[in-house]
Each structure stands twice: as structure tokens, then as C-alpha cells.
């Protein structure tokens, strides 16, 4: 079976249009700042690509680029005071922090309502109960994908690799929740291969080049890849070695151009929701 390929980016376009004639209608345009500390290059990419995508929703922006080395106080003075801006509606700090920086106390300061990443101890045990405010951006982007291509993940066996906080946890709940029988693997794993092989849907979230090989994959899988590394040659890649996967799959994400754009997205979609939320729009 040769896997149709699950197109990201055109899905994040329509969703970015959609989500531009939502924001065009608010009395307010949803405001959006971003943090980033130090000058980690895929960092700054990533952050680039968030300002380009707020100017396609139209939405206001906000950088704030910190010396590495910026006391964490200040920092968090910074998310305090974006905090109670009424023209800021979503506050998201770039990740990783360089090292000396406690994340868990920084992001803690995000107050719940702006935080778009959904990484605040609220909004997890809110997504976590099956009430959430905002989706965490890139599990909700699986899931859309999934949803336009007409994977319904209801009864399915759906293996998670990786247990992150960021995907591969709120990945898992986001399919226990759309009804799929859910395992995660990790590193402590015994036998991978002999357990994503029995994956309908298989999402690999770990970061290591070449991790899933054909055999690990069941005939007619639905293979999701998270991951975005570099090859050898610095070729941007996933965990999945696409060519000999998309051979057995019957869906498959590219890298670039899959789940990575969709993340951003929902990253829209949140700010857009949080404007929405300040404006007491439904
Ligand atoms: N770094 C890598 N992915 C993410 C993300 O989803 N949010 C933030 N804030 N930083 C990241």
C-alpha cells in the first residue's frame, strides 16, 4: 500500500483563513507576545515564523528577544506585566530556555487565560479532566489533521512514542478522549518495535532520527510524525524514515510540512479563542 500523504500546510492555511475572518469580526484584534531568551537559531526560527502567521490572522504582535543571562526575575516581571495587558490576549515563552532558567516557575507565571501553549498546571488538569480551555498546540493539530482526513480515532489501538509534556502526554489524552485504546512508550520501553506494530495509529514524538523502520508498522497504519530533526546532511527529518514507512502506511505526515505548520496554527487558533475569552465573545 503506498500512504497518502497528510498535508499540513494546506490544512494550516485553511485553517489560518478561517481563523483571520474569526479575528476580522472581533471588536479588538487578538494580541499576541512572545518571549524568547538567549539566541538558540531554531528558536528564532520558530519565533519568525509565529510573528509571519499572526500577520496572516491578522492579529498584534509582540516580541520581546532577552539576553541569555537576563535574571529569571525579570523575566517573570516581563509575563506579570504582559499579564495585565488588556491588548495582550496570549503570552508564550519560546522553548527551551537556556540552561540557569527554571521553566516550570517561568511558564507558572503565565496566567491561565492567556497561556496558548495550554502548558500552565491549570490548563492541564482542565484538558486532563476533559474540560480544556485551550488544546496544547501541537496535539490538537494531530488531531485535526486526523479529523480532515477522516482518521477517527474511536476504538482504534493508538500507540504514543514519546511522554513529553508538551506532546506526548496531552497527545495521548487527546486520543483517550476521541474514544481510541491509548498506550505511550518511552525510552524505558522493552521491544518497541513489537508494540508500534500493533498501532492503528502510531504518533512518534522522541526526536531521533531513523526510529521507526517499516517492520515496526503494522500493513494500513495511520503514522503520525512529531519529531523534527536534522539528517547527517542537515536535511530537516522526523523519527520516521518516510520512504520505507509510506510504503506499508495508508496515511503518513511528512517532515517538513505535516504536523509542524499545524502546530502553529492551533497556536492562532488559542490566541484567537483567548481574544475571545477577554472580549466575552462565544
Ligand atoms: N519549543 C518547541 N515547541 C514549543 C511549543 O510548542 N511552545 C513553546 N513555547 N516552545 C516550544
Known amino acids: ?3 497518502i500523504r497528510m498535508d499540513g500546510k494546506a490544512l494550516a492555511a485553511k485553517c489560518k483563513e478561517t481563523i483571520a475572518q474569526e479575528a476580522a469580526a472581533l471588536e479588538r484584534k487578538p494580541g499576541l507576545a512572545v518571549i524568547i531568551v538567549g539566541d538558540d537559531p ?8 509565529k510573528r509571519r502567521d499572526c500577520e496572516e490572522c491578522g492579529f498584534y504582535s509582540e516580541e520581546y528577544a532577552l539576553l541569555d543571562g537576563t535574571p529569571q526575575q525579570e523575566l517573570i516581571e516581563l509575563i506579570e506585566l504582559l499579564n495585565g495587558r488588556e491588548d495582550i490576549d496570549g503570552i508564550l515563552v519560546q522553548l527551551p530556555l537556556p540552561k540557569g532558567y527554571n521553566e516550570e516557575e517561568v ?6 487565560d492567556k497561556d496558548v501553549d495550554s502548558f500552565h498546571p491549570q490548563n492541564v488538569g482542565a484538558l486532563t479532566i476533559g474540560r480544556p480551555v485551550f488544546l ?9 489533521m486526523l479529523d480532515e482526513y477522516g482518521v477517527d ?7 504514543v512514542v514519546g511522554r513529553s509534556n508538551i506532546v506526548g502526554k496531552p497527545m495521548a489524552l487527546l486520543l483517550l478522549h ?9 525510552s524505558r520501553t522493552p521491544d518497541l518495535g513489537a508494540l508500534t506494530a500493533q498501532a492503528d495509529i502510531l504518533v512518534s ?3 531521533k532520527t531513523g526510529l521507526i523502520t517499516a517492520d515496526m508498522v503494522k500493513e494500513g497504519a495511520v503514522v503520525i ?5 536534522r539528517n547527517q546532511e542537515g536535511k530537516l527529518c522526523g523519527d520516521v524514515c518516510f520512504d520505507q514507512v509510506a510504503e506499508k502506511a495508508s496515511f503518513i505526515t511528512p517532515v517538513p510540512g505535516g504536523v509542524g505548520p499545524m502546530t502553529r496554527a492551533m497556536l492562532m487558533r488559542n490566541t484567537l479563542e483567548a481574544a475571545k475569552l477577554h472580549q466575552g465573545v462565544k
Do not use: Q
Open 1 to 3: 500500500m503506498a500512504a
Open 153 to 159: 480515532p474511536a476504538g482504534k489501538r493508538c500507540v
Open 178 to 186: 476521541r474514544h481510541g485504546t491509548v498506550t505511550i512508550a518511552h
Open 225 to 229: 510524525d512529531v519529531a523534527m530533526n
Open 136 to 144: 496544547p498546540c501541537t496535539p490538537a493539530g494531530v488531531m485535526e
Open 107 to 112: 511558564l507558572l507565571a503565565i496566567h491561565p
Open 205 to 207: 514524538a522522541v526526536g
Open 42 to 49: 531554531a528558536s528564532r526560527v520558530y519565533v519568525n515564523s
